[in-house]
């Protein structure tokens, strides 16, 4: 029913930059928050950040002052623009949506997008 699609993962130097981007897409009434989550081989999936349709922000402490997430409602898009990267920032970057598939459901069901992977490395 809800599609995400993930871009802009790649292959950067330490310092660098890169934004990533996830679009949603199918039949719901409103998408209440997104966020980007990473994973790496032989560890479990850790939140980066996520934002809410009202704008409220979390980020991981790891990358705040770093990383801005930020989103167009009208795309439906959220995007993770990602500065000052580290090698420990290597990882696959999932997107996440909490989404209301009607107006008089009571609560959201989560979907996941299929991964963009991000590789700092000198």
């Known amino acids: 029913q809800v599609q995400l699609v993930e871009s802009g993962g790649g292959l950067v130097q330490p310092g660098g930059s890169l934004r990533l981007s996830c679009a949603a897409s199918?039949?719901?009434?409103?998408?209440?928050?997104m966020g980007w989550y990473r994973q790496v081989p032989e560890k479990q999936r850790e939140l980066v950040a996520t934002?809410?349709?009202?704008?409220?922000?979390n980020y991981a402490d790891s990358v705040k002052g770093r990383f801005t997430i930020s989103r167009d409602n009208t795309k439906n898009t959220v995007y993770l623009q990602m500065n000052s990267l580290k090698l420990e920032d290597t990882a696959v970057y999932y997107c996440?949506?909490?989404?209301?598939?009607?107006?008089?459901?009571?609560?959201?069901?989560?979907?996941w997008g299929q991964g963009t992977e991000v590789t700092v490395s000198s």
């Open positions: 996440n949506a909490g989404v209301r598939l009607a107006a008089t459901w009571s609560s959201d069901d989560y979907y």
């Open positions: 199918g039949n719901f009434f409103r998408i209440n928050v």
């Open positions: 934002l809410t349709t009202f704008g409220s922000t």
